[in-house]
């Protein structure tokens, strides 16, 4: 599990490496709202990809270690305490639009310039992503009790419209 102090310790190691994230999942819909809403048992973020490098070598600092590779869609560090990061590399283009592979090769993740926002965590602002990004993501499967929870969570504060 990270909690509120786990996750802004991570995102300033990330900051002193000078990379840029962005948080989504269940982190990134609480930093939406601005309040912790639920237990997380992991952090997802995106990262530039060129800049991977300098992403993982602050997160060894910090104790994590890789433990799933499914580049180039994604990747998973976790500390033997169990807290776990899961990495989506994005690759930008000049308008600030991003792409993530996926497993279909013929259809990458976009990501929209404007879905790269801002929220709040403990009452520090961090990078996410937008509402509308994340309900982007939540389609295409089963959900699970915290989706349905993360979704009523969007519709109430935004006035957004999910399908579950």
Do not use: K, N
Not at 56 to 73: C, H, I, M, S, Y
Not at 105 to 116: L, T
Not at 137 to 142: A, V
């Amino acid at each position: 599990m990270i909690g509120v102090e786990g996750v802004l310790g991570i995102l300033a190691a990330l900051r002193r490496a000078d990379v840029d994230v962005w948080i989504g999942g269940g982190w990134g819909i609480d930093a939406l709202v601005g309040e912790q809403t639920r237990a997380h048992s992991d952090l997802d973020l995106m990262h530039r990809q060129e800049q991977e490098p300098r992403v993982v070598a602050a997160l060894a600092r910090e104790g994590f270690t890789e433990t799933l590779d499914a580049r180039p869609v994604r990747f998973v560090l976790s500390t033997p305490d169990g807290r776990d990061i899961d990495l989506h590399p994005l690759a930008f283009a000049p308008d600030g639009s991003a792409v993530q592979s996926s497993p279909d090769p013929r259809s990458p993740f976009v990501y929209p310039a404007a879905c790269f926002v801002t929220g709040t965590i403990g009452e520090v602002t961090v990078p996410c992503l937008s509402a509308q990004r994340q309900v982007d993501f939540h389609q295409g499967y089963e959900p699970r009790e915290r989706d349905l929870h993360d979704m009523a969570l969007l519709r109430g504060a935004f006035g957004i419209t999910t399908h579950f």
